[in-house]
């Protein structure tokens, strides 16, 4: 027996809390795994919030252990690539939606969807990081690819306050470059300074409807919001620079004219962390473990157990909990 959240929906509604999970009911659930982790650290993302509250239709199999991050020691494993007591890290793979997934004390998981522990993290830093941080480093990794280096201009970063946001705003600011924060929360402006932004301006200046072209400004731009955001920080991207998209906080839609792509030559580039390649997993990983800033990663860090992970999650949703939130399944 092992303690975890548990997530049911029928005839009588939905269901979100903690309980005792029996071994056989995790087998039984997860007939396609081939590891069985032994859960030492998980997280709380904007997803695992969206499935704890069901707020939105993440989860597609119920019932279901949510958590689409965790990280601790193999126990078992018929996997080639991994043996019992190698440290590893999971995000994505549908793990947490139609997979059981990490919030609880063990999982049992596919070893193609694993990541090695690089050196220099454990099971704790790793899910202060999780699915937030290891996208902001897919987006600035996508960036680079496009040739955006530092001393060509401004970074944008929208929804700073935010996991993806701010460690994007550490990640590029230990790289050399001048980040630029937009938030609507007034009151953490020391918070993004601190991380390494350089300015911080108020995110209504980008999330109504604007001109299809404006004043050219940012090299690049980490977009988690969408929307409105998105299309106006398109519009103010310099000729040839690059915007890397990866969330919708503010919606799916993009009300854009493509007048920055064929005019400007501004490239807009899709982050997907779900299903993205073992290859880029595991460069950023490496590069997380290179270049992000422990000290910073401490600072937009706080630690919870399962159950304030139940408590916290409408409180995500609502814009109010800031930088990372890992928890300790054991807790």
Same mark, same amino acid.
């Given at each position: 027996m092992f303690d975890g959240l548990y997530l049911e929906k029928n005839d009588a509604g939905f269901t979100a809390g903690r309980r005792s999970i029996a071994d056989d009911e995790l087998e039984a659930a997860t007939p396609d795994a081939d590891v069985t982790l032994r859960v030492e650290y998980s997280a709380l993302n904007y997803k695992d919030a969206l499935a704890l509250t069901n707020r939105s239709p993440v989860v597609r199999r119920w019932p279901m252990v949510p958590?689409?991050?965790?990280?601790?020691?193999?126990?078992?494993?018929?996997?080639?690539?991994?043996a019992a007591g190698d440290r590893v890290i999971l995000n994505g793979w549908g793990v947490g939606e139609t997979h059981w997934g990490c919030l609880a004390q063990r999982a049992r998981l596919r070893g193609d969807w694993l990541v090695a522990m690089p050196e220099g993290l454990?099971?704790?830093?790793?899910?202060? =990081?999780?699915?937030?941080?290891?996208?902001?480093?897919?987006?600035?990794?996508?960036?680079?690819?496009?040739?955006?280096?530092?001393?060509?201009?401004?970074v944008l970063v929208t929804g700073a306050a935010g996991g993806v946001g701010s460690v994007a705003i550490a990640l590029l600011a230990r790289l050399g470059f001048r980040v630029v924060a937009s938030t609507g929360r007034a009151s953490e402006e020391a918070y993004l300074r601190e991380l390494g932004a350089a300015e911080i301006i108020d995110r209504?200046?980008?999330?109504?409807?604007?001109?299809?072209?404006?004043?050219?400004r940012w090299a690049g731009v980490v977009d988690a919001v969408g929307s409105h955001t998105l299309a106006n920080a398109c519009a103010q991207t310099r000729y040839r620079g690059s915007v890397a998209a990866c969330g919708l906080a503010q919606g799916m839609d993009f009300p854009a004219s493509?007048?920055?792509?064929?005019?400007?030559?501004?490239?807009? =580039?899709?982050?997907?962390?779900?299903?993205?390649? =073992?290859?880029?997993?595991?460069?950023?990983?490496?590069?997380?473990?290179?270049?992000?800033?422990?000290?910073?990663?401490?600072? =937009?860090?706080?630690?919870?157990?399962?159950?304030?992970?139940?408590?916290?999650?409408?409180?995500?949703?609502?814009?109010?909990?800031?930088?990372r939130t890992a928890v300790d399944v054991n807790r």
């Open positions: 958590g689409i991050d965790g990280a601790g020691v193999v126990a078992e494993s018929a996997h080639r690539g991994f454990d099971s704790r830093r790793s899910m202060a =990081i999780g699915t937030a941080g290891y996208t902001a480093m897919l987006c600035v990794m996508m960036l680079e690819r496009q040739g955006v280096v530092p001393g060509q201009g401004e209504a200046t980008l999330s109504t409807p604007g001109k299809p072209l404006q004043k050219e493509v007048a920055p792509f064929i005019l400007r030559g501004v490239r807009l =580039i899709g982050v997907d962390s779900v299903m993205c390649p =073992i290859e880029d997993r595991r460069e950023a990983w490496s590069r997380l473990a290179r270049d992000l800033d422990r000290e910073a990663l401490e600072r =937009i860090t706080q630690v919870v157990g399962l159950d304030d992970a139940l408590r916290l999650a409408p409180e995500m949703l609502a814009g109010h909990v800031r930088g």
